[in-house]
């Protein structure tokens, strides 16, 4: 018998196709990316996995109905008429998000409040209670989409957010997002195939994501729960199976991965949350200025780093980035170096060619994720060396 059902992940700009192939990986069918989103199914074991296991997705949701809908009485009664009772009790508590993109709805908020009306006055007729509303930690949240005169109506298998991965209790400032964090990675081709550094790695989320992609550690074994743990017909058991089978599929990491901060506040905060995800066997961080540093590795690096944009920090941001292409260059032959930046100005100052550059959004910033190739000798020597 076939128990399978859509689910919608989301994700960030320009992570779908990353985030499609990882679902593909773990095992879901019919994978179809979207905008900013991937639709696919899979059966109530598989959300479970996804949840835990995918690590560029921010949330994973469930459609449970949809409808054409013109104004808040079509909205109401649409709403009023599902049967709740399969998701929720009087006792429970709920919240409604919602996203809007219509002519006939302008406010979400004003949506939410229609959506709860309903649900509660549906409660209200039937059992002559009502579940409470809260916004912070609901057993159940709701999430409405209204798109033009259609209404979808879907239910959080998440909750906060999945880049709250759970290891990360101190940042710096403008900290990497988990899940930025982890599709950079994934898009740099990054697989635990060399050494690995973060030559600015502020409080290790680079690191840290790093680490757990090369031992294949699920994205989100160190967080606390998930919303799907609170719904009527959670598998405490099926769960645990799914957690275990997992785990069993951890690799052993044989390289390096390194990370330099300048900052001591930075170094302590990078440890402990390396240790907070039980990381510290495979990572070590040192109090270094990447501009004093070079290669200490032999053959080859794999570089992914961050560096300030200027939006916080008062750096001559040219004369910054022209040390990390004069350090690049100087100190880390056999070395793919990556970065991210909003400061398309500041990144001409590297000098040298990128051999990719890629649109990505850090936040609401637009950036570039970049590559340069640093070769072992000469490039006219490796060119040679490749021909041969």
Same mark, same amino acid.
């Given at each position: ?14 992570? !779908? ?257 390396? !240790? ?113």
């Amino acid at each position: 018998m076939n128990n399978n059902f859509k689910m919608v992940a989301k994700t960030l700009f320009g992570f !779908e196709e990353i985030l499609a192939k990882e679902i593909r990986n773990l095992g879901g069918g019919n994978v179809v990316p979207g905008v900013r989103s991937v639709s696919f199914e899979g059966d109530v074991g598989f959300m479970y996995k996804a949840n835990l296991c995918a690590r560029t997705a921010i949330k994973i949701i469930k459609p449970i109905h949809s409808f054409t809908v013109r104004n808040e009485n079509e909205l109401y009664r649409n709403i009023y008429a599902m049967d709740w009772a399969e998701y929720l009790a009087v006792d429970m508590t709920l919240a409604i998000d919602t996203t809007v993109n219509s002519d006939n709805f302008t406010h979400s908020l004003y949506v939410s409040q229609k959506v709860k009306d309903a649900i509660v006055d549906k409660f209200r007729d039937t059992d002559g209670k009502r579940p409470d509303v809260d916004v912070k930690n609901p057993d159940l949240r709701i999430n409405i989409h209204i798109q033009k005169e259609h209404c979808n109506v879907s239910i959080d298998s998440s909750g906060r957010s999945l880049h709250q991965r759970g290891y990360r209790t101190a940042t710096n400032i403008a900290p990497i997002n988990e899940v930025l964090a982890a599709g950079l990675l994934l898009m740099s081709g990054w697989h635990g195939q060399s050494d690995f550094m973060d030559p600015m790695c502020g409080s290790g989320t680079l690191l840290t994501e790093a680490a757990m992609i090369a031992c294949n550690i699920p994205a989100n074994i160190n967080r606390k729960g998930f919303a799907f743990e609170k719904w009527h017909d959670f598998d405490q058991e099926l769960f645990d199976k799914i957690v275990e089978v997992c785990l069993n599929k951890t690799q052993e990491f044989r390289h390096k991965i390194i990370g330099y901060d300048k900052a001591p506040s930075a170094v302590r905060k990078a440890g402990d949350n390396i !240790e907070n995800a039980n990381l510290d066997d495979y990572i070590t961080v040192d109090r270094k200025n990447f501009f004093q540093t070079e290669k200490q590795t032999e053959g080859p690096l794999h570089m992914v780093f961050n560096p300030p944009y200027g939006e916080r920090l008062n750096l001559d941001m040219e004369e910054f980035y022209a040390s990390i292409g004069d350090t690049l260059k100087q100190g880390y032959p056999g070395t793919n170096a990556w970065l991210i930046t909003s400061n398309m100005e500041a990144l001409k100052y590297v000098g040298l060619r990128t051999s990719k550059k890629i649109k990505v959004f850090n936040s609401h910033l637009e950036s570039r994720f970049v590559k340069y190739e640093m070769y072992e000798g000469s490039r006219k020597r490796q060119d040679k060396n490749e021909i041969e």
